[in-house]
């Protein structure tokens, strides 16, 4: 009989060691539960102030937006108020025109002072930035002039060309009031 010997002796297996990572247990179930509590209180105060933040940041917000419309309207009045303080002067010599008796005022005079009134009036627009459109001979553009009308234009080059102003257009700086009625001259060619 022939004996058998292991070429490998099976050793016992090595004890394994504590488990550690994902769902190891490293501290007791009591403990854990209170820093899972003390975490979930700091989350919820974290959360609070957070919430409480935002509402004064929206609070703040939202009277930033008040108080900027109300600051905008009041600009907007006052300068309403500039302009007619620096037109009531033109109104009131106007306000004598209109009043006096023509037995006794002859036409010269009356005309003399509609026109000192009209260049006080003018006076004042043109310091606020207040410019007539009234330009005849000028081209034609659709963003300073309305065309009531066209006409035969007698040449080739003035084709486009304002012939006349019916009712002269604004202009405060840039920004057009109201635009000029012209008629406008056409080139039919012949």
Request: no cysteine; charged share 25%.
């Amino acid at each position: 009989m022939t004996k058998h010997k292991d070429k490998h002796p099976v050793d016992p297996a090595p004890e394994a060691p504590p488990p550690q990572g994902e769902g190891a247990l490293v501290e007791p179930l009591p403990e854990a539960m209170g820093r899972l509590e003390n975490e979930l209180a700091d989350a919820r105060t974290a959360v609070a102030q957070a919430t409480d933040k935002y509402l004064r940041l929206a609070a703040e917000f939202d009277n930033y937006k008040k108080r900027s419309i109300k600051e905008r309207t009041e600009a907007h009045i006052r300068a309403q108020a500039d302009l007619v303080a620096k037109l009531v002067d033109a109104l009131d010599d106007l306000a004598r025109f209109a009043h006096v008796d023509p037995a006794q005022t002859d036409a010269k005079t009356i005309h003399d002072g509609v026109d000192m009134v009209e260049r006080k009036i003018w006076k004042q627009l043109e310091a606020l930035g207040v410019t007539r459109l009234d330009q005849a001979g000028v081209p034609f553009d659709p963003h300073m002039h309305e065309a009531v009308t066209m006409q035969a234009a007698p040449t080739a080059a003035q084709d486009h060309t304002v012939a006349a102003v019916l009712q002269p257009g604004y202009k405060l700086g840039d920004t057009l009031i109201r635009p000029a009625r012209v008629i406008v001259l056409t080139w039919q060619g012949g």
